[in-house]
């Protein structure tokens, strides 16, 4: 009886911590599919604005000599306009669905809606509320907590944005380092 009682004890053990594992990979799964289709949705809008449209940045205080401290900055990488996009860029996420790698039972969130209405592949994605709620969550987290650093790295052109920021910055795709590009 006693041998019986630490085995289920020991196989209880082993259950909880292969749980706590496959939860981990779900949690960093969705934070960093999240992530990636923030900055994906973030490109895309910036590239929606004309590239002539600029802002007036600066003091709008009248210097002694007369003249003011005002520039002006293309609009589609202002402060003003970046901020904007961040509190209603999660609302896309309601375009995404959830595909999950056969071999690795890994997640991956998808566009189900294309930007400019071509034909899709969905086979193996799921959509329905839960993750399109799930995701807009995450996504509305990540906004908030990492704003600075989505406007630093958007107000300026920078290459590799997704893993500058979702990788290296915030450690939110860190499993992600190993998987080649084009799978991300």
């Given at each position: 009886?006693?041998?019986?009682?630490?085995?289920?004890?020991?196989?209880?053990?082993?259950?909880?911590?292969?749980?706590?594992?496959?939860?981990?990979?779900?949690?960093?799964?969705?934070h960093c599919g999240a992530c990636r289709?923030?900055?994906?949705?973030?490109?895309?809008?910036?590239?929606?604005?004309?590239?002539?449209?600029?802002?007036?940045?600066?003091?709008?205080?009248?210097?002694?000599?007369?003249?003011?401290?005002?520039?002006?900055?293309?609009?589609?990488?202002?402060?003003?306009?970046?901020?904007?996009?961040?509190?209603?860029?999660?609302?896309?996420?309601?375009?995404?669905?959830?595909k999950v790698d056969p071999s690795t039972?890994?997640?991956?969130?998808?566009?189900?809606?294309?930007?400019?209405?071509?034909?899709?592949?969905?086979?193996?994605?799921?959509?329905?509320?839960?993750?399109?709620?799930?995701?807009?969550?995450?996504?509305?987290?990540?906004?908030?907590?990492?704003?600075?650093?989505?406007?630093?790295?958007?107000?300026?052109?920078?290459?590799?944005?997704?893993?500058?920021?979702?990788?290296?910055?915030?450690?939110?795709?860190?499993?992600?380092?190993?998987?080649?590009?084009?799978?991300?």
């Amino acid at each position: 009886m006693n041998g019986w009682v630490s085995h289920t004890l020991c196989l209880s053990v082993i259950l909880v911590s292969l749980l706590n594992n496959v939860l981990a990979w779900s949690s960093q799964d969705l934070h960093c599919g999240a992530c990636r289709a923030l900055v994906d949705e973030l490109e895309w809008e910036i590239s929606q604005v004309d590239p002539k449209k600029t802002i007036q940045m600066g003091s709008f205080r009248i210097n002694p000599d007369g003249s003011q401290s005002v520039v002006e900055v293309p609009y589609a990488r202002s402060e003003a306009h970046l901020t904007e996009l961040l509190e209603r860029v999660c609302e896309k996420m309601k375009e995404y669905g959830e595909k999950v790698d056969p071999s690795t039972h890994r997640k991956s969130y998808v566009r189900v809606i294309s930007h400019d209405g071509t034909k899709m592949d969905l086979s193996g994605t799921k959509m329905d509320g839960d993750v399109t709620s799930r995701l807009k969550f995450a996504c509305e987290s990540i906004a908030e907590e990492y704003e600075d650093e989505l406007i630093e790295f958007f107000s300026r052109e920078t290459d590799n944005i997704k893993d500058r920021l979702c990788s290296k910055r915030t450690d939110l795709c860190d499993h992600a380092l190993n998987i080649p590009h084009d799978e991300l």
